[in-house]
């Protein structure tokens, strides 16, 4: 090898590791702000019957907000911040009166029902 070929090589290799670098910073920045908006979620879905209504239901929050696109999640926040049967939602909420193949009143009973039926049919975790 001359000169020139071992100085390119060089110079290759000092871009693939700048490269590396880079991508391993934006994949950690990206994972942080991610994380920073599912946990400003968690907090907006705690303000809502939708956060009772899951736990009602015994899905968990936490895996609510990773398994579920963050469009669908704003909908059904939406859906419940619309609702129009929120005496009827807190006083079966409150009996503990909350049956999945019951809960026609709620706005997001078809994506509730979507939900468990996912978790059902999901492998089980350690």
């Given at each position: 090898?001359?000169?020139?070929?071992?100085?390119?090589?060089?110079?290759?290799?000092?871009?693939?590791?700048?490269?590396?670098?880079?991508?391993?910073?934006?994949?950690?920045?990206?994972?942080?702000?991610?994380?920073?908006?599912?946990?400003?979620?968690?907090?907006?879905?705690?303000?809502?019957?939708?956060?009772?209504?899951?736990?009602?239901?015994?899905?968990?929050?936490?895996s609510y907000l990773?398994?579920?696109?963050?469009?669908?999640?704003?909908?059904?926040?939406?859906?419940?911040?619309?609702?129009?049967?929120?005496?009827?939602?807190?006083?079966?909420?409150?009996?503990?009166?909350?049956?999945?193949?019951?809960?026609?009143?709620?706005?997001?009973?078809?994506?509730?029902?979507?939900?468990?039926?996912?978790?059902?049919?999901?492998?089980?975790?350690?």
């Amino acid at each position: 090898m001359n000169l020139v070929s071992l100085i390119a090589t060089g110079l290759f290799g000092l871009l693939m590791a700048a490269f590396a670098g880079l991508l391993f910073t934006a994949i950690v920045f990206n994972l942080n702000v991610g994380k920073k908006y599912r946990q400003t979620l968690a907090r907006d879905i705690d303000k809502l019957r939708l956060s009772r209504m899951l736990a009602a239901l015994g899905i968990d929050v936490d895996s609510y907000l990773h398994s579920e696109r963050i469009l669908d999640i704003q909908q059904q926040m939406g859906r419940c911040s619309d609702c129009g049967r929120t005496a009827e939602c807190d006083d079966r909420l409150a009996r503990g009166d909350v049956d999945a193949a019951d809960i026609g009143f709620c706005n997001n009973e078809q994506s509730l029902q979507q939900i468990l039926e996912r978790e059902k049919s999901a492998p089980p975790r350690d």
